[in-house]
């Protein structure tokens, strides 16, 4: 997440839910769809939404971006690092950087959330199965990895859409396609017949 100068990861004050900020500022870190969602979430509690990124604009759908726009409550920062957080027991300050002038500056809110994005904690298979340029796991229609006989389903998977019912659906198309995987082995036929025109050779559900 955030280090200070000195390398640490300082986590405090760190939030994933917003009731606690009833009334309060509070500052999102990101600039895509997560954070954008999440500071317009946040407008139900908090007095004032920061949204600060490093990027020049918000990365976020275009449906997202024109409801932050239309928040008075909501200040989105653009070309901003967050490169400190300081405090004693809690979050006091959060210190930024512009990217383009370098200038340092501080915000002071009650919390913040954090929303840069995933590391897919794939290191087990990586050896074994294709990865994609994040790490992410690469896979075919069937859910398939580079390795036959391994699957993959959820946020981990490349191309998912990072969705809890996604993940869940995912899950169960990965389950039918091993079973189909299977099915074929079991049977005593030489070879697992997934891919036939993008439908499964057997299809018992
Ligand atoms: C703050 C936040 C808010 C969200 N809000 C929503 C929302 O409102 N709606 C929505 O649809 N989605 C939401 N999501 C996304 C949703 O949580 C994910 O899409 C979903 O949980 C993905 O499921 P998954 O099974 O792929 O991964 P995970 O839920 O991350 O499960 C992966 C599991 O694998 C385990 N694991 C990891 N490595 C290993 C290992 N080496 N060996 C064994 N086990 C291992 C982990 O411990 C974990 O239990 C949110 C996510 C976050 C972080």
């Known amino acids: 997440m955030v280090a200070d100068e000195a390398g640490e990861i300082q986590v405090f004050g760190t939030q994933w839910c917003g ?18 969602e999440e500071g317009l979430f946040l407008t139900r509690f908090a007095r004032h939404v920061t949204i600060a990124t490093r990027d020049p604009e918000l990365t976020a759908s275009k449906v997202v971006i024109e409801k932050v726009a239309e928040r008075p409550d909501i200040d989105v920062l653009t070309n901003i690092n967050t490169v400190e957080l300081k405090g004693e027991s809690h979050l006091e300050t959060v210190v930024v950087e512009d990217s383009l002038t370098g200038e340092r500056s501080e915000l002071r809110p009650a919390g913040m959330f954090v929303f840069i994005g995933l590391t897919p904690n794939t290191e087990i298979v990586g050896e074994l199965v294709e990865l994609d ?5 690469t896979t075919d229609a069937w859910l398939q990895t580079s390795l036959p006989g391994v699957f993959a389903a959820g946020d981990a998977r490349s191309g998912s859409t990072k969705q809890a019912a996604s993940a869940a659906g995912e899950g169960a198309a990965a389950a039918i396609a091993i079973r189909c995987y299977l099915g074929p082995l079991a049977g005593g036929m030489a070879e697992p017949q997934l891919d036939r025109g993008g439908m499964p050779a057997v299809m018992e559900v």
Do not use: H, K
Not at 19 to 36: P, T
Not at 133 to 137: D, E, K, P, S
């Open 133 to 137: 340029g994040q790490g992410f796991l």
């Open 19 to 36: 009731d606690f900020y009833r009334g309060e500022d509070v500052l999102v870190v990101g600039g895509g769809n997560s954070a954008g």
